[in-house]
Each structure stands twice: as structure tokens, then as C-alpha cells.
């Protein structure tokens, strides 16, 4: 079993940038592809990115391709999700999960952080 615990969300203004941190403690973090999922209340939680154990395969929602990055550190057990030029759409909570399969699927998914907020300010 792995926990795992996002930071680095805040207020930022349009256009701006920041980078969310996902650590994870009891487990390797090797031995999990991770996403990056979102979600506004009153909405389903949404995928935004995907990254596989070595790296080797990332996917984006279509929302976020070219404006956001995902990337790891198993050394660091850490997950990472770099996200530029920021809009007021892109304001939710953002939740780091984990898979010892491979999916874009909430579903998929069997470890969840507990949230980090994002606000964007127009």
C-alpha cells in the first residue's frame, strides 16, 4: 500500500505558473504508473496526466497538452505536475493517484492523495 500527499497549490494569477508535488510513503513509488486527476465541485473528477513507472509513456487531457508536465523521481518518491500559463478553467482540486496497472480511467486508479487546491485568478 502506498499514501501519497500532494503540495504546491495556491492562488495564481492567469497565466502564471506552478508545480504540484506528489510524495509518496509505504510503498515504492516504482512500482506505480501515476496520474494527475482534477476536480470542481459539482463535477466529476477528470484525468489530466499519466505517467508510467520508467517514464517511457505520458498522456495529457487534451485541456492541458502543451500548458502542463508531468514528471518523476522515483529516487525521491516523488511525482511532479508543472503547470503553465494557467487559466481560471484549470482551477480545481488536484489529486495524485496510483496504479500498479496503467490508465487515464479514475477507475483505474487504486491510491488517492487527499487534494491540493488550485485558484486561478482572472
Known amino acids: 500500500q502506498v499514501q501519497l500527499v500532494e503540495s504546491g497549490g495556491g492562488l495564481v494569477q492567469a497565466g502564471g505558473s506552478l508545480r504540484l508535488s506528489c510524495a509518496a510513503s509505504?510503498?515504492?513509488?516504482?512500482?506505480?504508473?501515476m496520474g494527475w486527476f482534477r476536480q470542481v465541485p459539482g463535477k466529476e473528477r477528470e484525468f489530466v496526466a499519466v505517467?508510467?513507472?520508467?517514464?517511457?509513456?505520458?498522456y495529457y487531457a487534451n485541456s492541458v497538452k502543451g500548458r502542463f508536465t508531468i514528471d518523476r523521481d522515483n529516487a525521491k518518491n516523488t511525482v511532479y505536475l508543472q503547470m503553465n500559463n494557467l487559466k481560471p478553467e484549470d482551477a480545481a482540486i488536484y489529486y495524485c493517484?496510483?496504479?500498479?496497472?496503467?490508465?487515464?480511467?479514475?477507475?483505474?486508479?487504486?491510491?488517492w492523495g487527499q487534494g491540493t487546491q488550485v485558484t486561478v485568478s482572472s
Open positions: 493517484a496510483a496504479t500498479q496497472g496503467f490508465g487515464v480511467v479514475v477507475g483505474e486508479f487504486d491510491y
Open positions: 505517467i508510467s513507472r520508467t517514464a517511457a509513456t505520458i
Open positions: 509505504g510503498r515504492t513509488l516504482a512500482s506505480y504508473a
